[in-house]
Structures are given as C-alpha cells and as structure tokens.
C-alpha cells in the first residue's frame, strides 16, 4: 500500500516525529512524508508515531492508498520523488 502522513505536533516532538518518519518515508515537505508500505511496515510506523505523539496536543493524519498517486507539484518541489535510488 501507498501512504502519505501528515503532521501537526507540538515543536518540542516535531525533530523525532520527523527523524523516526525519515527511516521510513520519503520527506516530501513541511511535515509531509509519503511511500510505498507493506502492513507490517505500516503497523509499525503507526505503533513507532503513537509512541512519539502527545494524543491530547498533536494531530497526525495518514492516507492510505493502493498504490502511488498520480502528483501535481504547484511551485517548488523540495524533494523530487525521483530522488530516490
């Protein structure tokens, strides 16, 4: 599956969130990650974020797709996707 994650958290969390996620994902931009996923990887990322976040403060929002999504970049690219070996 193909998943794109989404987050608000609090600055004092931001840095892990982002590092954890960055083992995982391609870094689009700002607090957007995206990539292609087995579900265990899945279960595992959202185990690993439910461990960093504070349920009460932050916010995180995954899609989940069947395969990647066809994109449209308006402006900047910040990190292509074709980035990736």
């Known amino acids: 599956m193909y998943i ?3 987050y608000d958290v609090s600055v004092e969390r931001v840095n892990r969130v982002k590092k954890f996620l960055r083992q995982h994902l391609h870094w689009v931009q700002n607090s957007v990650f995206e990539g292609e996923v087995t579900l265990a990887e899945f279960e595992r990322i959202k185990a690993g974020i439910g461990e960093l976040i504070d349920g009460d403060e932050d916010s995180v929002v995954i ?3 069947r395969s990647m999504p066809k994109r449209e ?3 900047v ?4 996707i074709e980035d990736i070996i």
């Open 4 to 6: 794109i994650v989404v």
């Open 73 to 75: 970049v308006m402006g």
């Open 77 to 80: 690219e910040k990190n292509p």
């Open 63 to 65: 899609y989940k797709l």
